[in-house]
C-alpha cells in the first residue's frame, strides 16, 4: 500500500530537481500525479512513468494556472515548487529581477492557492506544500538579497493561509531546504568560474561536509503530503544538514 494511495497532487517545476524527484516519489507512493513545468523539452523525460501525467505550466500565467485548474478540478496535495534564484546583493539586482523573483518565488503560489483552493474545501481535506528555502527569515546568506526575501514571504503567505483556512481541513505547510544537489545548484556553481572552487565553497558551509540531495527533500513531501501529517499546519521545515543550527 502506498502512503499517498488515492490522492491527486498537482506539482509545479516538475521537470528536474527537487521538483523531479517530489512527482516521482509522490507517484511511488501511489498518488495520481500532475506534473507541470515550462520546460516540456526536460518534462517529457516523466512521459510514461506510471501514476504521472504531464502537462506545460508557466507559473507566471493567471490565465495558464486557472485554465488548467479548471480543467484538473479538486486535488488533495498542491506541492509549489517553482523557483528562480537571483544572484547577487540588491545593488546588482534591478526592479526587472526584483518583480520577477518576487512573480516566480511568490505570486505564482498566490495564483495556484486561488485557483485550487475553492474545490479543495469542497473536499475538506488537503494539504498544500510550498517550496521556500533556508535563505529566507531562517538565514542570511551572501548574493542572494532578493532571493531570500522572495522565500521569507513564502513562508508568511503560508502561515497566513494556514491561518484562513484552519478550519478548511486543508493543511499549509513550508519546505526550507539548505544547499541541495540539483541541475541550477551546478549551473551556478559553473557560473561561478571554476565549478570544483565552487563546489568546495558550497560544502565548507556544510556541517555535515556534503550537499543535501534531492530524494531527501522529496521525502519530507512525501510526509506533508501524507494523513501522516494530518496535525501539521502553518509550519515550515528546515532540511539543510544542519546548517542553519
Ligand atoms: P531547479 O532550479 O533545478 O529547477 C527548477 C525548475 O523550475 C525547472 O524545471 C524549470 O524549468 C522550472 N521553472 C522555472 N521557471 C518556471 C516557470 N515560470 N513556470 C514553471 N516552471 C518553471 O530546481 P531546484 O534547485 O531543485 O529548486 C526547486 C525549488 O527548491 C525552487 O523553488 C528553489 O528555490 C528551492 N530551493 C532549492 C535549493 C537548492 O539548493 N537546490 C535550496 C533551497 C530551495
Redesign the pocket.
Known sequence: MGRLDGKVAFC??????????TVEAFAREGAKVIA????ME??KELEGVKGIEIRK????STDEVNALAAEIGAVDILFN?????ANGSILDSDEKTYDLSFD??VK?MYRTMRAFLPKMTEKKKGSVIN?????SSHKGAPNRAV?GAS?AAVIGLTKCTAADFIKSGIRFNC???????????R?RMKAMGDLDKAMATFLARQPTGR??T?DE?ASLAVFLASDESSFITGTEFKVDGGWSN
Open positions: 509545479t517545476a516538475s521537470a528536474q530537481g527537487i521538483g523531479r524527484a507541470t513545468d515550462i520546460n526536460k518534462l505550466l508557466d507559473v507566471t515548487c517553482a523557483g528562480f534564484v516566480i518565488n505564482s517550496m521556500s528555502s533556508i535563505v532571493y522565500k519546505i526550507c531546504p539548505g544547499t541541495i544537489d540539483s541541475p541550477s545548484l549551473d550537499l543535501g534531492t527533500v
